[in-house]
């Protein structure tokens, strides 16, 4: 489970690279991508070699007939969720900051509403003005709501949809030419995209 909630996270601060990368920072993008995915597949490797470790030992206690760590086994499965280093960085013109429970960046959304999750990056572009939020433990229903909020505002919505996994996404953009998404996935992993770049002068 450690392993798929890393890959998780890896996959949606990429999503958040690549959408800074449209905005023109491809370089940038190249850059952070080598240093933020070397470090979760770290992560993962230990998260794996660990419990590859963990299999063996079992199977060296069944073999012998050890039953006595049945108890410590059972007690070791209730492990605390892993959590996100807080850094704060900056590459070029994008600046960017990761960690737990992040405050929401309001002044970098315009009047976009606070998505309530645990927010652990922010990616913010000082030439376009492009903001990228991954999080964590996000209900699909706030989503949805989210959604709608958008809409409320003003963003046609261009993408919006369910999937059969409980996720949701909703893309669009106001009259202004403003771009705004969110992609919820199932397990409460998401991203949140505002992108002003191409609104009118």
Known sequence: MKKNKWIHL??????GIMLLAVTGCSSISKKIGEQIGAKISDEVGKQVS????????????????ITENNNEETENNDEPEETVEHMKY?????EYETGENLSWPAA???NLPEFKANVIMTAYNTK??????????????DAKAFGKKLA??????????????????????????CLALILHNGDGTGAITYDPSNADN
């Open 10 to 15: 890896l996959t949606f601060i990429l999503i």
């Open 50 to 65: 660990n419990a590859t470790d963990d299999d063996q030992e079992e199977t060296d206690d069944n073999q012998g007939g």
């Open 90 to 94: 900056k590459m070029d013109d994008v």
């Open 108 to 110: 970098m959304m315009a």
């Open 128 to 141: 376009t003005k492009a903001v990228v939020i991954s999080y964590k433990a996000g209900k699909t229903e």
């Open 152 to 177: 409320d505002l003003g963003y046609s919505s261009d993408l919006e949809g369910e999937t059969e996994e409980g996720g949701y996404t909703f893309s669009g953009a106001n009259d202004e030419g």
